[in-house]
């Protein structure tokens, strides 16, 4: 599957056919100031909740390329009022899309809009498609619930935060990757902000030291995974 990453928790993944979005926080990262936004083309894009630096950019990239977005019901209807065309809300379940099938798991976070209302559950996404299986956890404190993943699919990667503070830091993630039965992992949420800057050599060592791989693309680079 191909994997662009765009910075911070914002990511593309091409699957059937398809260009799924995540997260988009793109024009208000002072990392990823070399990727330009209209450039980004999306079939979908998926939200994981609804704090601003996993939205920001979501009204202006659904503009310019008519993607659909999906999300938590709650998330989705704001973002329709302010302006996305086409959403597809869910609350935790599972759907078949024309890419594979989408599930939309629980996160141990929170979930408000940007104006301070209700963003429903923080959530994460499980992908299944004819070209590979991944999870994505969204914002997440290492959990129990993580254990039951491996119940919708073998997978072949997976996308988790390493940054701590507001999210599972790198030993967390390692236990993570336990849980869900996965050896590959792409980190991301570090780096973009103080409370997430880690030493990224120490994160190495530490999936090193567990016989994980991680990867770690440069923001703007495209990865086979
Ligand atoms: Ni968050
Ligand atoms: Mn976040």
Redesign the pocket.
């Known amino acids: 599957m191909q994997f662009t990453y765009y910075g ?2 914002c990511f593309a993944v091409n699957v059937g056919g398809k260009k799924l979005l995540f ?1 988009p ?1 793109i024009s208000a990262n002072s990392l990823a100031q070399h990727i330009d936004i209209q450039s980004i083309r999306a079939d979908y894009i998926l939200v ?2 609804g ?4 939205i920001a950019d979501v009204v202006a990239i659904a503009d310019n390329t008519g993607a659909t977005v999906i999300g938590a019901f709650e998330v989705v209807n704001w973002l329709a009022n302010k302006g996305v065309k086409k959403t597809h809300g869910m609350n935790f379940g599972s759907y078949g899309f024309d890419f594979g099938r989408l599930s939309f798991v629980p996160a141990w ?1 929170s979930s408000s809009m940007p104006d301070g209302s209700y963003g429903g559950n923080p959530g994460g996404f499980v992908v299944v498609s004819a070209d590979g299986n991944f999870y994505y956890s ?2 997440t404190a290492l959990m129990m619930d993580m254990q039951l993943i491996p119940h919708y699919a073998q997978l072949d990667f997976a996308v988790l ?1 390493i940054g701590g503070n ?2 599972m830091d790198a030993t967390d993630a390692v236990k993570a990757a336990g849980f869900i039965k996965c050896d590959k992992i792409v980190g991301v ?1 570090y780096n973009t902000f103080p409370p ?1 800057v880690v030493d990224v050599n120490k994160v190495k060592d530490i999936f090193k030291m567990a016989d994980k791989e991680l990867v770690l693309p440069a923001i703007g680079e495209q990865v086979d995974l």
Not at 51 to 54: A, L, V
């Open positions: 911070h928790s997260d926080f994981s909740h704090h601003g630096d996993h976070h969204g914002d935060p507001f999210t949420h997430v």
